[in-house]
């Protein structure tokens, strides 16, 4: 039983194109929801985060949409650069234990 | 700056070794976690730990061990190695309490199992 479902597996998209990813969750205990990047040979860093009562939060070139009735939220590049070649992947935590649950990730491609 | 460091970031073991990854954080978080990422998976909670001589099993524990002697070091013991257990493991640490809490991750440990 997969918590966080995330999709696409792979993506690719020209320089300056808007790459979107995106991730649902069931667990309605979840208010914490954040994206990491991680490129290869390195461990996951944070990218971004939203908790569930705002929609949408940007940082920089990077924002989250976030829909709680749904229990979906994406990530959304603008303008991407071969520099975000990586992979992506969201996570949810909450409830009890705030365990940090990830999704299966995706990895991202930026043609020049 | 350290941050999260693990050790060692290399290994093979054949099947039925015993060894133990080690993972030291110096930034006082009480929370700290292993995950193992295979391809198609994403990364999985093997075992967490919310402070010293506190442990618990996440989404994948079988075939492992961890304990939490002190607030910095949190070892991943495989008592028998298994070829499914030929993963990259991640050990990660963050401030306990809020959901929202930044995770630290350390570089990983790649271990293969023949």
């Not at chain 1, 998209?13 to 979107?20: A, D, F």
Request: hydrophobic share 35%.
């Amino acid at each position: 039983q997969q918590q966080v479902k995330q999709s696409p597996q792979s993506l690719i998209v020209q320089k300056g194109g808007i790459p979107i990813i995106n991730c649902a969750y069931e667990n309605t205990a979840f208010d914490y929801f954040p994206w990491y990047q991680q490129f290869p040979g390195k461990g996951p860093a944070l990218l971004i985060a939203i908790r569930p009562d705002v929609s949408e939060k940007k940082e920089g070139r990077f924002t989250i949409s976030f829909n709680k009735s749904a229990k979906q939220f994406s990530l959304h590049i603008m303008d991407s650069q071969p520099g975000d070649s990586a992979t992506y992947f969201c996570a949810a935590s909450g409830g009890a234990t705030n365990k940090l649950i990830f999704g299966t990730g995706t990895l991202l491609a930026v043609q020049p | 700056n350290a941050g999260v460091t693990q050790t060692p970031k290399f290994q093979v073991l054949k099947t039925g070794q015993s060894m133990t990854l080690q993972c030291a954080q110096d930034m006082n978080h009480e929370y700290m976690s292993w995950y193992r990422q295979d391809p198609g998976m994403g990364l999985r909670l093997i075992h967490y730990s919310v402070g010293a001589g506190i442990t618990d099993q996440g989404e994948v524990p079988n075939g492992y061990n961890v304990s939490r002697s002190t607030t910095e070091d949190f070892p991943l013991r495989l008592l028998s190695a298994a070829p499914s257990q030929t993963s990259v493991y991640f050990c990660a640490s963050r401030r306990q309490g809020s959901s929202g809490n930044t995770i630290y991750f350390g570089e990983g440990s790649w271990l293969t199992v023949v």
